[in-house]
């Protein structure tokens, strides 16, 4: 009987060993795999580094666009703005200049035309004397 639980304790041994063989292993593979992780990671941080950094660069330049841009907008609209200041000026001037001396104008050849009618009138009746018995004739 001695030996049955000899045997026993060999195989028992031998799967200790074994176990204990594959888990230094497991760990040797787990420490490598750790190791290329972390240099991928390196790899990939120096790689990315550069690509965020032109990426800040761009959106700085846009955001300079943009200020620029709107700098742009604001100057057009303060040129529209006393550009539309200065017609109005202008059309009031030429209202003033223009506009006015042809009213002024137009009452004068107003009155001229008045007077003349005023005038041919005065001259018909002075020229054809009216026959107060022809007005009065009923007939």
Excluded: C
Excluded at 10 to 33: E, N, P, S
Excluded at 85 to 99: K, M, S
Excluded at 119 to 130: A, E, M, V
Aim: hydrophobic content about 50%.
């Amino acid at each position: 009987m001695s030996e049955v639980p000899t045997g026993y304790l060999a195989t028992m041994t031998a799967a200790l060993v074994i176990m204990a063989l594959m888990q230094i292993g497991v760990v040797i593979v787990a420490i490598v795999i750790g190791r290329r992780v972390i240099a991928v990671t390196e790899d990939l941080r120096r790689e990315v580094r550069p690509l965020v950094a032109k990426a800040h660069k761009i959106s700085d330049d846009a955001q300079r666009v943009t200020a620029l841009a709107v700098r742009q907008v604001e100057r057009i609209d303060q040129l529209l703005t006393h550009t539309q200041e200065n017609i109005g000026q202008t059309f009031g001037l030429v209202q003033q200049a223009v506009v006015e001396p042809v009213r002024q104008g137009a009452a004068v050849v107003a009155a001229v035309r008045a007077a003349i009618s005023a005038f041919r009138s005065w001259q018909d009746r002075t020229s054809h004397p009216r026959d107060d018995e022809d007005a009065l004739f009923v007939g």
